[in-house]
């Protein structure tokens, strides 16, 4: 039933109990392999000059391989194909492409990844997911 599972993370808490949650998920399946994407979705910067002496798109590709480098680890030993990938723009349109894209049975996530002044003006993410995903979500506080 679930031989695909998506794990959209972006360094937070709550994406680091997702992993953990999804870990738990692969470990009570019987199934054998299952395949795991990792997904890490640089959001959209705006900013109208980018700073002198400093490649923007270069420390963006650094902090998305230190966010997902650790989460690839925790599934180590365990019967899993673990697929990396890294997108740039609006998460949450990008968390359901991904999901179309690999052909995820199901997406585990964090519930929060943003502060709340931040989801009250801009709208939850994991709502967003939930209310577009092409499989179920679940999510993880």
């Given amino acids: 039933m679930f031989n695909h599972i998506l794990i959209p993370i972006d360094g937070s808490t709550h994406a680091m109990r997702a992993l953990e949650t999804a870990k738990s998920f692969v470990q009570s399946l019987s199934l054998s392999p299952i395949e795991l994407t990792v997904l890490h979705v640089n959001p959209e910067l705006s900013y109208n000059e980018p700073p002198l002496g400093v490649d923007v798109e270069a420390r963006l590709e650094e902090e998305g391989r230190q966010i997902v480098e ?3 680890q925790l599934f180590a030993g365990l019967p899993v194909q673990c697929l990396v990938m890294t997108k740039h723009g609006d998460p949450a349109s990008l968390i359901c492409a991904a999901a179309e894209e690999v ?5 585990i996530m964090g519930t929060r990844g943003m ?5 009250i003006l801009l709208g939850s993410v994991s709502h967003h997911v939930i209310q577009h995903a092409p499989c179920p979500v679940m999510t993880v506080k």
């Fill in 103 to 107: 052909g995820a049975d199901i997406i």
């Fill in 70 to 72: 650790p989460a690839v």
């Fill in 115 to 119: 502060n709340l002044v931040s989801e």
